[in-house]
């Protein structure tokens, strides 16, 4: 229904098509991981996805290396680029 048409996405399995990898799970991991990466708080994530602590929470959804890269890059960019050229 949602046209998963793509194949190839996983490296441990080459052929499948992306619809038949998609689970519940992965909606229910996703949805949180999106919503910390828009700058969502982290409190109000746990009390939905039912976590108790922060630190299982984090273990829970999927940050990349990348994604921790751009979020520190866009911060900078936002508070840090006025200061930096000021004391020019």
């Not at 490296?11 to 992306?18: D, I, V, W």
């Not at 108790?52 to 960019?77: G, N, Q």
């Amino acid at each position: 229904m949602a046209e998963f048409t793509e194949v190839g996405c996983i490296s441990s399995r080459p052929k499948a098509m992306l619809a038949d990898l998609v689970s519940s799970h992965t909606a229910r991991m996703s949805f949180p991981t999106n919503y910390y990466l828009q700058g969502f708080p982290t409190v109000d994530l746990m009390k939905i996805t039912g976590h108790r602590t922060e630190l299982s929470f984090l273990k829970y959804i999927r940050v990349s290396k990348l994604d921790t890269a751009k979020r520190l890059s866009e911060h900078i960019k936002a508070n840090w680029s006025k200061k930096l050229m000021s004391v020019h």
